[in-house]
């Protein structure tokens, strides 16, 4: 089964420190998104990518995140000088795009658990 | 911008009994999708099912079916015969045509009791 890989599963770290996160989307999907989710909330949208292109970054996205997707395969994640409230699920998603198609639905992957302690 | 709305935030029924979640949207955009998810306790979210706003036929899956009314912006998901196995959080989902990124609900936690 080839589906949405994220890694770590869990990180725990202390405040100020940075952490990367990686995701491995679905091999012929073209499209990749990062979600949050808090506890007992729904995920919100982050960013998205087409191929190596970032496309859209939500205002959720403060200017100690960084997410990059080179060669249009893996992305990642990376969050500067943590803080409490970065600790959440992070939720990586990957889709197909084709021009002149429906909508493809996004699939995806386990998630990383981040606490910052 | 986009809003959705679960208002229920927790379920409990008994193994067998039919239950629905109820999933109201709010958008501006004539062409949008809607989605429905399922979170079990592995934290996974699981791809239901994708509805075009322009498609408001009802659809049934084995013991899951939808119900999308346009006119009172709902999307609602009922489980016939329920089971243990379909405990989990239940999210609702909504994008626009051209911007796929989703707008989810808050959630319906679902508990089937043996």
């Known amino acids: 089964d080839t589906g949405v890989s994220q890694n770590p599963r869990h990180k725990i770290t202390k405040r100020g420190q940075n952490v990367t996160f990686r995701c491995d989307p679905i091999s012929e999907h073209n499209r990749l998104y990062w979600y949050r989710q808090t506890l007992g909330q729904g995920p919100e949208f982050l960013t998205y990518?087409?191929?190596?292109?970032?496309?859209?970054k939500s205002r959720l996205l403060s200017d100690r995140f960084s997410a990059e997707r080179p060669k249009g395969s893996f992305s990642t994640l990376e969050i500067q000088r943590t803080e409490q409230g970065d600790s959440a699920m992070y939720l990586c998603?990957?889709?197909?795009?084709?021009?002149?198609?429906?909508?493809?639905?996004?699939?995806f992957g386990p998630g990383t658990r981040l606490t910052v302690t | 911008a986009q809003k959705v709305t679960q208002a229920q935030t927790e379920i409990s029924v008994v193994e067998k009994e039919d239950v629905t979640l109820d999933c109201v949207y709010e958008?501006?955009?004539?062409?949008?999708?809607l989605f429905w998810y399922k979170q079990p306790p592995s934290g996974e979210l699981v791809f239901l099912i994708r509805r075009n706003s322009f498609d408001e036929q009802n659809e049934i899956s084995g013991r899951y079916s939808w119900n999308f009314q346009k006119s009172t912006s709902s999307f609602n998901f009922t489980i016939t015969a329920s089971q243990v196995v379909d405990s989990a959080v239940y999210f609702c989902?909504?994008?626009?045509?051209?911007?796929?990124?989703?707008?989810f609900g808050t959630g319906t936690r679902l508990t089937i009791i043996p």
């Open positions: 998603a990957s889709s197909l795009d084709l021009p002149g198609t429906p909508l493809y639905e996004q699939y």
């Open positions: 990518f087409q191929n190596e292109a970032q496309l859209e």
């Open positions: 989902a909504l994008s626009s045509f051209g911007n796929e990124k989703l707008t």
């Open positions: 958008t501006r955009d004539t062409t949008y999708y």
